[in-house]
């Protein structure tokens, strides 16, 4: 744990030299450009940003898995069915 920082420019520039495993971002307290330009500058570093008022983690990760199309397939509709309930896609 490196500690608070504001997310500012001068954070990326710390980040190359802290090198963290993670970064965790209060949602609402940081524009989400800043998410995306530490994800464009660091790409394998992955970027949490946690809601502080509805219990919500999103991970962005540039990272590659691999994937069959079916899994794919699969992911597609179980997001559909949990957003918009038992409509169908």
């Keep these: 744990l490196i500690g608070p920082w504001p997310l500012d420019r001068q954070a990326l520039a710390r980040l190359a030299e802290e ?10 307290e940081t524009p989400d450009a800043l998410s995306v330009q530490i994800l464009e500058h ?9 809601g502080l008022s509805q219990n919500v983690v999103r991970l962005y990760s540039s990272r590659t898995i691999p994937a069959h199309s079916t899994a794919l397939i699969e ?13 169908p896609a």
């Design 42 to 50: 660091y790409p394998d570093l992955p970027v949490v940003r946690i």
């Design 75 to 87: 992911t597609i509709r179980s997001l559909s069915i949990q957003h918009f309930g038992d409509a």
């Design 19 to 28: 090198a963290p495993d993670v970064v965790l971002v209060a949602e609402g």
